[in-house]
């Protein structure tokens, strides 16, 4: 019984890291729409950015996404940390929640080897996201698909998006009295 135990715990751990590699397909999507990183529809209904140049914006954010990723993967074939075969299963079952419980099954990946995963991720995690963002706009910027001041609106509404979601984090998000005192009132009459 110790053993299945471990194994489920195994397994488990395994989906996390297959997930965190790999589910990141739903984030490139995100991408175009105003939903998880993507750019405020706010930006093109305001006369910021063009629906062409949004598109742009998306498909830039979301090829510098993929190409992380593969470059994530290289390194951990470079380090020997996973197989190019295991790196290539990864990319095949990329989206599949299930997914690494699958490769753990079929002998594709050990144990061992999907907590590896699991701990290279967590290292990248900490890699700025900002600088990957700035870098794809000072490109569009200077290939004229979008102007500097528009790059930094851009820059803006993440920036106030991800106070926003600190704010809510803190607990001083929606639902939290705005601009009023729960304080009792104090009269005036004496």
Do not use: C, W, Y
Request: no cysteine.
């Amino acid at each position: 019984m110790n053993n299945k135990k471990k194994l489920m715990t195994g397994i488990a751990l395994g989906a996390s890291a297959v997930a965190l590699l790999i589910g990141s397909t739903g984030v490139a999507q995100a991408h175009s729409s105003n939903h998880g990183g993507g750019l405020p529809s706010s930006l093109v209904t305001n006369g910021t950015l063009t629906q062409a140049q949004a598109t742009a914006v998306s498909d830039a954010m979301r090829a510098a996404h993929e190409a992380k990723k593969d470059a994530e993967l290289a390194a951990l074939v470079t380090a020997g940390t996973i197989t190019q075969t295991q790196a290539d299963a990864l990319k095949a079952a990329e989206g599949d929640r299930g997914a690494m419980r699958a490769l753990i099954a079929d002998g594709t990946f050990t144990m061992e080897q999907a907590q590896a995963l699991r701990a290279a991720k967590q290292a990248n995690k900490t890699e700025n996201r900002d600088a990957q963002r700035d870098a794809v706009l000072s490109k569009l910027v200077a290939n004229s698909t979008i102007t500097q001041a528009q790059a930094d609106a851009i820059k803006a509404s993440k920036a106030s998006k991800a106070s926003k979601a600190e704010a809510g984090a803190r607990g001083q998000g929606r639902g939290a009295a705005q601009g009023t005192s729960m304080a009792p009132a104090v009269s005036s009459q004496a």
